[in-house]
């Protein structure tokens, strides 16, 4: 895993997520303002939990079939993944704390 947020795209999303057991993807556009506030929180905690927790993030204006696949209809959309299944969709921008303590809790099911 890396400590490295990991652009995903649709040759790379389902591998990313069958080789770690607990994966967290951030559905984002260049032109949404609360997605680029939540990137530094992505990396941040990306960083923190390396070895332990893989993040990636899908471009959604790039990616539309995964956007569609999960049913993306707002942005930032974060989903948690354990052992490749969503254990956790968050909607909408929001502080490390409380983004971290949301992924804590999703993984520790």
Known sequence: MSKEVVNLNSESF?????????????????WCMPCLMVAPIMENLAK??????AFGKVNVDEERDIAMRFGIMSIPTIIIFKDGKM???????????ILEEKLLEATSR
């Open 48 to 53: 923190k939990y390396e070895g332990k927790i």
């Open 14 to 30: 389902d591998k990313f997520l069958q080789e770690n057991e607990v994966a967290v993807v951030d559905f984002w556009a260049v």
């Open 87 to 97: 254990v956790d969709q968050i909607v909408g921008a929001m502080p490390e704390k």
